[in-house]
């Protein structure tokens, strides 16, 4: 049932295979091909060298693409051999050389370490942001760091609405001030009944958790409990996009 089909697979897996479908439908465009499924080998092929060389796409991308077009052909029923033959595996090999062999890599992300997230308060306390902002921002990666959150159990996808799997204040419990215990109803094990993680308090480095996530919830007032955890002062959701831009801008 179809049904059953779509609950197999996150609401994520779910984007990024439409983002595949999307890539080789717009090859197909370029290409003046007409799609015919299964894709055969020679097709394939040719999407590859489109993605790598005229798409610019890096050749992790389009692995992760190739693997969700051959995830959409056993959905289908249909034969996904040509998605993984081994010409395309020694393209995608032969692509990750090149790469390594350029004068211009391409910037890898930062990891955020300890001192990354003190440098992230540092810039964020000389902001001209509104202290409430301040609050939301610097509990919202303080949270995130010390929890090992993904930011979709965090944030949410849209500024003016959220779904089931957004952090709201019913799902935060403060012990004592010395920690606080965090029930991620919907995560990536799907286990049952959700996850609680407990974040403590950490001294010495201006950059605790526990004593963030205090500030932000006594600058919430009035407080509602069935609302987002992270929303900011004119009333709208913190969204893991605005999350990502303002870090560009702080670490700039």
């Known amino acids: 049932d179809e049904d059953l089909l779509c609950a197999a697979y996150s609401s994520n897996s779910w ?8 890539s080789v439908k717009k090859f197909a465009r370029d290409s003046g091909i007409v799609l015919s499924w299964p894709l055969c080998s020679e097709t394939v092929i040719k999407y590859v060298s489109w993605a790598l060389k005229k798409a610019s796409l ?7 693409y190739l693997s969700d077009i051959c995830l959409y052909h056993k959905l289908k029923g249909l034969d996904s051999s040509a998605c993984c033959s081994f010409t395309v595996r020694t393209m995608l090999k032969g ?3 090149l790469n390594s062999y350029s004068v211009n890599p391409k910037p890898r992300k930062v990891v955020v ?7 992230i308060g540092h810039e964020l306390s000389l902001s001209g942001w509104c202290e409430a902002k301040k609050a939301a921002f610097w509990a919202a990666c303080t949270v995130a760091f010390f929890g090992s959150f993904r930011m979709g159990e965090l944030l949410c996808l849209n500024d003016n609405n959220f779904s089931k799997d957004t952090l ?27 996850e609680k993680i407990v974040v403590f308090s950490f001294v010495g ?6 004593r963030a996530l205090l500030r932000f919830k006594n600058a919430c007032s009035p407080l509602n409990c069935m609302l987002p955890v992270f929303t900011l002062p004119d009333g709208t959701y913190l969204t893991k996009e605005v999350f990502n831009s303002t870090l560009m801008i702080l670490l700039k």
């Open 113 to 119: 370490t300890l001192s990354i997230l003190k440098l």
């Open 205 to 210: 480095h201006n950059c605790c958790p526990v």
């Open 95 to 97: 692509a990750v050389n």
């Open 168 to 194: 709201l204040w019913s799902d935060v419990f403060f012990e004592e001030k010395n920690s606080v215990t965090i029930h991620v109803r919907h995560p990536k094990s799907n286990k049952q009944g959700g």
């Open 15 to 22: 984007k990024r295979l439409s983002a595949a479908l999307n």
């Open 58 to 64: 890096s050749p992790n991308t389009v692995k992760v």
